[in-house]
Structures are given as structure tokens and as C-alpha cells.
């Protein structure tokens, strides 16, 4: 069984490809493309023979600090390794290949990371991404941008690269699989640890956020709709 937890952000324009990358791991369309990732959520396939969980999380934009991120994108990138009990095994960092990452990065994945309260880093394996035949190799994009240098030296210098664009080419799946292995196993076979306490405090706190913004929501209705009346009962009167 193997447990992960995909993690990434966004940067300009460029989405980080997190549910691609995942799905592109299961072998099945599972997660939504269409649209951004607003929830933390689990799906299961047996991939070479191995049961494979997969949570896909929230992005953060990249050149933001944690505090601009939205609370409950917060609370559910938190709440991410409490969809995979008893813990994720490894975290993959997706970050699309042709992405130029700035320095002020660093800062904003370390907050972002420090979400989890636990030694992310050691269990990380960075996932270069390509969604078209890439003419750069991996290497040499890296030895452009000292971000990338500098996330990498975090992971111990785990990497991998998929070529999402092609999607019959499994090896490259398979190779992943056995490189998270090979983590697990200088882990000493130990997932990342997990605060289960913490998950009830977590669900509770989301649900608090979605009950205030759905009596937010309920108000503006109320001020649009008493607003509109008024307006018509205005032209009423003036047409009279």
C-alpha cells in the first residue's frame, strides 16, 4: 500500500497540474481538471499491483505568503494527511516543468509546509511535470533557477519527471512507484506522523467557516433582492 499526498502551487496563470499528475498515476480520470481544487480529496486504484491512495490538495499561489491564503484552503491542504489514515508516505511537490520559480518562493513553501506540523521535507520526492514533448532536459532547468536548487537540497534531492502528454508511456509511473519505495524504506518504513486528534478539530472548523460564509451569502441575497424592490417600486412610481 502506498499513501500520497500531492501538494503544489500556482504561479501567474500557470496551474501546478496536481490532479493531472494525479490521475496521470492511477491511470483513470479521478480527479477534476476542469476547475481548481477546493477540497482536499482521496481516490483509490491498484496500480502495478499496488493499492495507491492519492490526495489531491488546494494549490497556493507561489509568490504569496501563507497568510494570503484562504483560510479554509488552509484548513483543507491541513487536512489532507487525515484522508489517507494512519499517514501519508510520501508527498509529491508538482511543479510543471516549465515553471521559472523566483527566490521568494522559499519562504512561501516553508509557511505553506509548516501547515502540517511535521518533517514534510523527509518525506518529499519533487514531481516535474510536462503536459507537451519538452525540448529542455530537467537538469539544465534547474541549474538556471537556484529556487529549484534550493527546494531539491530540501528533498534530499529526490526527483521525478512525467510526461503527462504521454499517457501510454507507464514505465515512467512505475519508476515513480519504486522510487517512493526506496523512500519508505530509508524512512525506515514510517509514515509522515499525523496528530489524529487534530483531524475533529479540523472538520470542525471547516464547518464553522462554511456556515458564517453561507449566512454572508444568505445576507447579500437578502440586500440584493430588498435592493431590487426597491428599485422597482421606484420606476413604479415614476412611470405613474
Known amino acids: 500500500e502506498l499513501r500520497i499526498v500531492l501538494i503544489g502551487g500556482r504561479y501567474n496563470n500557470l496551474l501546478s497540474g496536481k490532479s493531472s499528475a494525479g490521475n496521470f498515476i492511477l491511470g ?3 480527479f477534476d481538471t476542469s476547475r481548481r481544487t477546493a477540497q482536499s480529496e482521496a481516490r483509490q486504484q491498484e496500480v502495478f499491483s499496488r493499492r495507491v491512495t492519492e490526495v489531491d490538495t488546494p494549490g497556493w499561489w507561489w509568490n504569496w505568503p501563507r497568510e494570503e491564503t484562504p483560510k479554509l484552503d488552509q484548513i483543507e491542504i491541513q487536512n489532507s494527511v487525515h484522508l489517507c489514515p494512519p499517514g501519508p508516505h510520501v508527498f509529491l ?15 512561501s513553501l516553508k509557511q505553506h509546509l ?20 519538452c525540448n529542455e532536459t530537467v537538469e539544465s532547468k534547474i541549474r538556471r533557477n537556484p529556487a529549484l536548487q534550493w ?43 499525523v496528530d489524529r486528534s ?24 437578502k440586500q440584493r433582492n430588498k435592493l431590487k424592490l426597491q428599485i422597482e417600486g421606484r420606476l413604479q412610481v415614476s412611470f405613474l
Open 114 to 133: 509548516e501547515l502540517f506540523n511535521a518533517d514534510v521535507f523527509s518525506h518529499t520526492i519533487v514531481l516535474f511535470t510536462a503536459v507537451a514533448p
Open 151 to 193: 527546494i531539491l537540497q530540501q528533498c534530499g534531492n529526490r526527483k521525478h519527471f512525467l510526461n503527462i502528454s504521454n499517457r501510454e508511456d507507464r514505465d515512467q509511473v512505475k519508476k515513480l512507484l519504486e522510487k517512493i519505495e526506496t523512500l519508505i524504506t530509508n524512512n525506515g518504513f514510517r509514515h509522515c506522523s
Open 93 to 107: 511537490l508538482v511543479i510543471p516543468v516549465g515553471l521559472y520559480l523566483p527566490q521568494r518562493v522559499k519562504s
Open 28 to 30: 483513470q480520470n479521478v
Open 198 to 221: 487534530q483531524g475533529e478539530t479540523l472538520r470542525k472548523e471547516m464547518r464553522d467557516l462554511t456556515e458564517r460564509a453561507s449566512k454572508r451569502f444568505d445576507q447579500v441575497q
